[in-house]
């Protein structure tokens, strides 16, 4: 197995491997919790199985961050594209998080209102109809 295209996308890869590797470590680590003290053929599947799965987890991240080709290509693609987005600067940056902070707020607020207008209006509505 050869490192396709070599050099180019080097942080991207390191990123893609770390979290398929995660993912693999915690397929393991659920197999493991789910096979706990059993036994097949007397091999004990927890710890074989978990070996297994992250064996080939690990495996599939390096294969797909380093060797083959479509991903490789993506990511490259990806990294190529990042350099070429018009980042904010700071103010724009703190300005548009305020903003959206504002309105996150304003709207849970109006939520609450919302539900707290609604549960009194229906409370209101049930002693009339017998259901309270």
Do not use: C
């Amino acid at each position: 197995m050869e490192i396709y295209k070599k050099g180019q996308a080097k942080n991207y890869r390191v990123i893609f491997t770390a979290i398929i590797s995660a993912f693999a470590i915690y397929a393991a680590w659920s197999w493991y919790r789910l096979m706990e003290g059993k036994v097949w053929a007397g091999v004990p599947v927890d710890w074989a199985g978990a070996a297994v799965i992250l064996a080939a987890g690990l495996f599939a991240g390096f294969y797909l961050s380093y060797v083959h080709p479509k991903v490789v290509d993506y990511l490259i693609a990806t990294e190529e594209e990042m350099r070429k987005v018009t980042w904010p600067s700071k103010d724009e940056l703190i300005s548009s998080s305020i903003v959206v902070v504002v309105v996150m707020v304003v709207l849970g607020v109006v939520t609450v209102i919302f539900d707290f207008a609604f549960v009194h209006i229906l409370n209101f509505l049930a002693k009339f109809s017998g259901g309270g």
